[in-house]
């Protein structure tokens, strides 16, 4: 079993840049394909990006597409997500997930494990 943790949320001005990390602890994340996903007050949680288990592929949500970048650094254990950009829209509580297999999936009920999430404030 692996164990997530969030963290770099905060609030920041639209335009700006954050690093939101997900640091893992249990098992190496090398035996993991990885998502970021995110929930906005009052809506349901959503797909944000993924990142296949080697970190050869990736993919994005129309809505972060081209602003955020999601990485993998599997000797430090840890996933990353790069916000660019970011706009008040962005704002939400951002959760990290692994699931266990090479190939990632955009549906929550794909992921296996879920950390606690990191809220991101954007304002206007």
């Known amino acids: 079993q692996v164990q997530l943790v969030e963290s770099g949320g905060g609030l920041v001005q639209a335009g700006a840049s954050l690093r939101l990390s997900c640091a893992a602890s249990?098992?190496?994340?090398?035996?993991?394909?990885m998502g970021w996903f995110r929930q906005a007050p009052g809506k349901e949680r959503e797909f944000a990006a993924a990142?296949?288990?080697?970190?050869?592929?990736?993919y994005y949500a129309d809505s972060v597409k081209g602003r955020f970048t999601i990485s993998r650094d599997d000797a430090k254990n840890t996933v990353y997500l790069q916000m660019n950009r970011v706009k008040p829209e962005d704002t939400a509580v951002y959760y990290c997930?692994?699931?266990?297999?090479?190939?990632?999936?955009?549906?929550?009920?794909?992921?296996?494990?879920w950390g606690q999430g990191t809220q991101v404030t954007v304002s206007s």
């Open positions: 249990g098992r190496t994340l090398s035996n993991y394909a």
């Open positions: 997930a692994a699931r266990d297999g090479y190939y990632y999936y955009t549906g929550l009920n794909e992921y296996d494990y």
């Open positions: 990142i296949s288990r080697s970190g050869g592929r990736t």
